[in-house]
């Protein structure tokens, strides 16, 4: 059981920042990574395709006889979370209750900050987290859709960019908040120019850092870590190849990806029609 | 056959400026319109994958008996209009060849821009469009990946917006056109927004009108005029619907959407698996 490997899924590439995390505080373990870009972006769609997406994606990464599953996306996270659980029998993490259980252990004056995609903030799955953990919490959250397209175009500082987050962050920061969660996969890459913004005494959460602790936990608490060094290397599917892939994903694993291969959900039967009837 | 509907379709919400123009050149066709919002957009995927959800598109539409399909979708006419014409038997008229035709007919200095989806700008469909109407034309292209999500976060106008314009027109306008192709379903509602921006010597084409007309033409030729007035409501399909359906859509269509219905390709044999293999 111990040397299986990893799975770790997400609707593009923003998942690679997951992935990076995890591959640096477990360098010893395999992971491999699902990318559904035939079908990026979740952020805005419904729960009810969220959920049917993230179950064929599990589906698919089981076939290789994984021991875990993270879901490196925020919309998935928050929108099918417990229904994958459900559906599933290894354990499965999402990036959302990491990201709140870190803001709600380092807020001091109990105002957190909440920005992801349209789908995630509506969800409202970070504040749930949030007062499960700090009941007294007070919550500021906004839907920020253009910022996937501003770091998939690569603006990660220019005017635009910078107008756009301040629009965005606007009422948040009204709000005197002292901690901010980056609640989307994407963000991260964003952060030196959010930081800047919103000035070095609110600290960032990134979801995807405080996921890989979590993973980590999770491999320790049910003995699962990999006895050995690691003999395979990782693996990349995607289901879909469109145009700039390299330049995307290399922009966010921070190297080329290798090993990376197309599959098509059409040739297989993960057997999920049911959800979508 | 000339009682048939016309059917239209689009990866969402884009196409319904295609809709409006032929209701309103041709009041007496009854309209279906297919929205895919469950894979939207299409502008940033693969040629193979576009022209598999293109043809399934034009299956769904088909089993309501139309005598005419739309593709109200540049991205869609860009990559995958020769071969849905190769897998249906009826006509099907894109809105990429109406655009260039009429950037064509029109130009007086043979300088012609066109912006869109990176998927259709690094096509060229437009520019061999062009070329076989006009081939002195010279063309200036630019892809403008984040016009869209401005536009369906409703920014038509803002600084950022006009910001995110001037950057991606600067190329073009320094190359002295007198024509620009809005070539994307979305860029008509910008209209305003990039006349100001490029000035009033520089007309623009809205290629979703010139596609009314070619619909009309098309319709004439083959005898397919609906001979009494409209009997049954323009019909309304979409594969998901997702939050802020309802603004986003009567953004586009000038006014609320009546009859509405949401189908899932999982419940339906189009036929179109062999594409993806």
Request: net charge negative; hydrophobic share 40%.
């Amino acid at each position: 059981m111990e040397n299986k490997a990893i799975g770790i899924f997400d609707s593009g590439s923003g998942g690679l920042t997951v992935f990076k995390a995890i591959k640096k505080l477990l360098p010893d373990e395999r992971l491999i990574y699902f990318g559904d870009f035939a079908r990026i972006p979740y952020g805005t769609k419904s729960k009810k395709l969220v959920q049917q997406y993230a179950l064929e994606d599990a589906r698919f990464l089981m076939q290789y006889d994984i021991k875990m599953i993270v879901v490196a996306c925020n919309t998935a996270s928050s929108m099918a979370l417990d229904f994958l659980k459900d559906n599933v029998d290894i354990p499965v993490v999402g990036v959302v209750k990491p990201g709140a259980m870190a803001a709600a252990g380092k807020t001091r004056n109990n105002s957190i900050g909440v920005i992801g995609t349209s789908a995630t903030i509506n969800s409202n799955a970070y504040s749930q987290a949030i007062l499960e953990n700090l009941p007294q919490a007070d919550i500021y959250s906004n839907a920020c859709p253009l910022l996937v397209p501003l770091v998939e175009e690569g603006w990660l500082d220019n005017k635009i960019t910078q107008l756009t987050l301040k629009i965005y962050l606007k009422d948040i920061l009204d709000n005197n908040i002292d901690t901010l969660i980056l609640g989307c996969t994407h963000y991260p890459l964003l952060g030196a120019t959010i930081q800047k913004i919103v000035g070095s005494h609110i600290q960032l959460i990134d979801s995807g850092q405080e996921t890989a602790k979590t993973v980590y936990e999770v491999l320790t608490k049910n003995n699962l870590h990999n006895k050995g060094s690691k003999k395979d290397d990782d693996q990349f599917f995607v289901s879909d190849i469109p145009q700039k892939f390299e330049e995307i994903a290399s922009r966010f694993l921070g190297e080329p990806l290798k090993n990376v291969k197309q599959v098509s959900f059409d040739d297989m039967n993960l057997g999920v029609d049911i959800i979508s009837k």
